[in-house]
């Protein structure tokens, strides 16, 4: 999965847990954070997997681990917003999970950070301060300017 097709699969999914952030208070709230969290999960084992991310196991090796750990807490009965917070938080708080997030290559310091990965970083600092709808609004201009639909 390269390029734009990518992208586009991470703001997906990062549309998802954000939804699933909007709605965590409804009934079934906490099974769409744990979904939202195993699939944001699946997406970064994936290609984590890619030749560029194995040679460099660390940080990326221990920080999927961790996710893993609460995911499949999640998966045997365990609370689906206690796996959410720890995705979310960890990428929030990880620059090599956006850019693994988007599929750019290994992180190195800020500057490496391609376009969608710097809107992650805002699109999280806009959960943590501002909510959801704020966020999403920032995904969908994103979505937007990648011509996402048509891919």
């Known amino acids: 999965m390269e390029g734009r097709k990518c ?20 009934p079934g709230g906490d099974d769409m954070m744990g979904r939202a969290a195993k699939n944001i999960l699946r997406h970064l084992d994936n290609r984590f997997r890619d030749s560029g991310y194995t040679e460099r196991e660390e940080p990326y090796y221990h920080l999927l681990e961790e996710m893993r750990a609460s995911v499949n807490l999640y998966n045997f009965g365990g609370s689906g917003t206690s796996a959410e917070e720890v995705v979310r938080n960890l990428i929030h708080s990880n ?12 992180y190195k310091d800020r500057e490496s950070l391609s376009e969608t990965a710097k809107v992650l970083v805002e699109v999280f600092e806009t ?12 995904l969908a201009n994103q ?4 011509g996402c639909a048509t891919v």
């Open 7 to 26: 992208e586009c699969d991470a703001i997906h999914l990062i549309v998802g847990l954000t939804e699933a952030l909007d709605a965590s208070e409804q």
């Open 95 to 106: 620059h090599e999970l956006k850019q693994l997030m988007v599929c750019g290559p290994p």
């Open 127 to 138: 959960l943590e301060n501002e909510g959801p709808m704020d966020a999403l609004f920032l």
């Open 143 to 146: 979505y937007e300017k990648l």
